[in-house]
């Protein structure tokens, strides 16, 4: 049968669930530039109101990941991955995936850089001297079987649909779709070509998914769209109210990384590692204790050689922005309150993060956490440390941190971290 977008965009704006055949040949012609711009920002509208069912979205996905090429990974141990939809002091990939090697998977983690307020797991890697992102497949092939775990820029092959897609959703108001936000995430994880993958769904002000029922309903949406592709995979819905950790950034992310991997770092930091590591192991298949495991040293060793792997110096000092600047507390107290989309902006402001995504990051800008909820505090103690290397960044991320903490009289009810398990 011959298709038209036309009749794909009639069906979908009336109501109508798409056939296999139609999904196919739409996502296949918009690839190949034979479907107008104007043509999908219409179609991706009315997917935006309409929806997908789940059938139609795993099959959404599965187009978008035959659009490109898919990697083989047949690297001699079980592969697992993780993916996050993004929050703020979110560096857990980089204490996890040589946690998760030294317990014997295989982590190919395929990442982005940062846009907005949540930051890019490749720009925080690049404020290691000499570090480098960009890999051919032949390496990253060689360098999971050697080390193990490997962190590196996406391939331009891998799901092209979702990259044209991705760009035009984010000009036409129709990103905040579960379909397609689903079938985005999906099409990219599965053509990486890892047999399993755990998913960390973010909720909270600093998070995609601002409220749990809406997580939980992206988390369901990923976790479907894996089990029909025969990935072994689970969802853990996690808060992201507050930071994770104390510093949020990108060197000083790193260096909070490396104290958890050489047994310190705060606590929530080593909690949600240890629980991501737990779950992708269980995934693999694979018996091992990873809180044992990180406690002996053996993560921080494949660490360094993951990062002196891609060029990085796992031992040169971390560049620190040039200017320093203390939010102190106004009076004693318990700090009741540390918004996470408030501190992400101030990072991002500071110069951590891009607002376009050609722009620059400076490696050292950044916020550190000095108190988090719960915490005693003095009147005068340092609350929040500023670093940039443009001190007229410094008023807009002061800006956006009035009102963004509290000091009361008693310690805010404990949140749990890990909300809930979805798994498939
Ligand atoms: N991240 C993605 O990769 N895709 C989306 O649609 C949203 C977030």
């Known amino acids: 049968m011959t298709h038209t977008a036309v009749d794909v965009i009639r069906a979908k704006r009336d109501g109508h669930r798409l ?12 690839t190949r530039g034979a479907v107008a711009d104007e043509q999908m920002s219409a179609l991706a509208m009315a997917i935006f109101l309409n929806g997908m069912d789940a059938a139609e979205t795993a099959r959404w996905t599965r187009a978008m990941v035959r659009s490109g090429t898919s ?3 047949d690297v001699g141990r079980p592969t697992v991955d993780k993916h996050s939809t993004g929050g703020v002091g979110d560096k857990i990939t980089l204490p996890l995936a040589p946690l998760v090697a030294a317990c014997g998977a295989a982590v190919p983690q395929l990442s982005g850089r940062g846009l907005g307020h949540t ?4 720009d925080k890697l690049e404020s290691i001297p000499g570090w480098r992102a960009q890999l051919s497949v032949d390496e990253v092939t060689a360098q999971l079987r050697d080390v193990g775990a490997v962190v590196c820029a996406a391939t331009e092959g891998l799901a092209p649909a979702d990259r044209k897609l991705y760009a035009l959703r984010d000009v036409t108001g129709t990103v905040e779709s579960i379909p397609l936000i689903a079938s985005s995430i999906m099409s990219k994880k599965i053509a990486e070509g890892a047999e399993a993958l755990v998913l960390d769904v973010k909720v909270g002000s600093g998070a995609f998914m601002k409220t749990e029922a809406r997580a939980r309903e992206l988390a ?7 089990v029909d592709h025969g990935l072994r995979i689970s969802a853990l819905l996690t808060d992201m109210s ?68 891609q060029g990085g110096d796992p031992d040169a000092a971390l560049p620190v922005g040039a200017h320093k600047h203390v939010v102190e507390a106004a009076e004693d107290g318990v700090l009741t309150a540390l918004d996470a ?9 500071l110069g951590a993060g ?36 443009t001190l007229d960044a ?4 002061l800006a956006v941190l009035e009102g963004a903490y509290a000091i009361g009289d008693t310690a805010p009810p404990l949140r749990p971290l890990v909300i809930d398990t979805i798994r498939g």
């Open 71 to 73: 990697l083989s990974l």
């Open 220 to 226: 369901r949406a990923l976790v479907s769209i894996g």
């Open 19 to 30: 056939s296999d055949a139609q999904v196919d040949w739409v996502v296949d012609a918009y």
């Open 341 to 349: 989309y408030a501190v992400g902006v101030a990072a991002w402001r």
């Open 354 to 389: 891009r607002a376009r995504k050609e722009d620059p990051v400076q490696a050292g800008a950044g916020v550190l956490c000095q108190a988090k909820p719960g915490d005693k505090v003095a009147k005068g103690q340092p609350l929040l440390e500023l670093y940039t290397d």
């Open 242 to 309: 507050v930071p994770l950790g104390r510093a949020v950034g990108n060197a000083v992310e790193v260096a909070e990384s490396v104290e958890v991997l050489r047994g310190g770092g705060p606590a929530d930091v080593v909690e949600l590692t240890v629980a991501l590591a737990a779950e992708m192991l269980s995934q693999a298949g694979i018996a091992a204790d990873p809180a044992a495991v990180l406690a002996s040293g053996e993560a921080f060793e494949t660490w360094a050689r993951m990062i002196r792997a």
């Open 119 to 122: 930051g890019g797991t490749l």
């Open 394 to 397: 410094l008023a807009g991320a």
